[in-house]
């Protein structure tokens, strides 16, 4: 089955640092991907989604300059976190699905990068 | 995009049949019916997905009605394993199509 990756599992870093999270696709190519964030108890909620060769889409309310999303290639979409303060602290997860034409394919879930920033 | 409302919480026992409902009233044509799974600390995963009647899988089935307003998505024998989140979405499964989650149900199962 369709395999999506995230690196790092987990993040410790003191305030001001930014931080970079990848997530992969490890078996399809996947010209978009999507970044969620989630604290605890709570549901995901989407930040933006990731298109290959071109600028991200963010959601309302998500600062784009302070969540960079790079999307270089087929399999590789990455999300910086710039300046990480306390309150950005959480949960990030990264989905993609396969592409297939003409038919629905469900969206394949990273296992998450839990950032805590000191 | 449709929105979806399920219960916040349930709990049942190991070794019983367990049913969530969604219920989605603004479901547009072209939207499947898809159900995920969530445990601490991880992403979701795909449990199962439909358009209407009746789908089954190795781990669950989703019966969605006529009128595709709700969906039910059934597990056989639980175990204390499948105490998770489980979440009902809707939308379209094209590329490009994001889609939001609900609050989920918290499904917690008893010994």
């Known amino acids: 089955g369709a395999v999506v990756s995230q690196h790092p599992s987990w993040v410790i870093c003191k305030s001001g640092t930014s931080v970079k999270i990848e997530c992969r696709s490890l078996?399809?190519?996947?010209?978009?991907m999507f970044w969620y964030r989630q604290f605890p108890k709570q549901s995901l909620m989407l930040m933006a989604t990731s298109n290959e060769g071109s600028k991200a889409t963010y959601e309302q309310g998500v600062e784009k300059d302070k969540f960079l999303i790079n999307h270089a290639s087929l399999t590789l979409s990455t999300l910086t976190v710039t300046s990480a303060h306390p309150e950005d602290s959480s949960f990030y997860i990264c989905?993609?699905?396969?592409?297939?034409?003409?038919?629905?394919?469900?969206?394949?879930f990273g296992d998450g990068t839990r950032l805590s920033i000191l | 995009l449709a929105k979806t409302t399920q219960p916040i919480s349930m709990d049942s026992y190991e070794g019983q049949e367990v049913n969530i409902t969604c219920s989605h009233n603004n479901i547009a044509t072209n939207d499947y019916i898809t159900w995920y799974q969530q445990f601490p600390s991880q992403g979701p995963r795909f449990i199962i997905q439909g358009y209407k009647t009746k789908v089954t899988n190795e781990v669950a089935s989703l019966f969605i009605p006529a009128d595709r307003k709700s969906s039910t998505l059934s597990l056989p024998r639980v175990s204390l394993s499948d105490t998770a989140v489980y979440y009902c979405l809707v939308g379209r499964m094209n590329r490009d199509d994001k889609i939001i989650f609900g609050k989920g149900t918290r499904l917690h199962i008893l010994p």
């Open positions: 989905s993609a699905r396969r592409q297939r034409v003409g038919s629905n394919q469900p969206q394949h």
């Open positions: 078996d399809f190519q996947a010209t978009t």
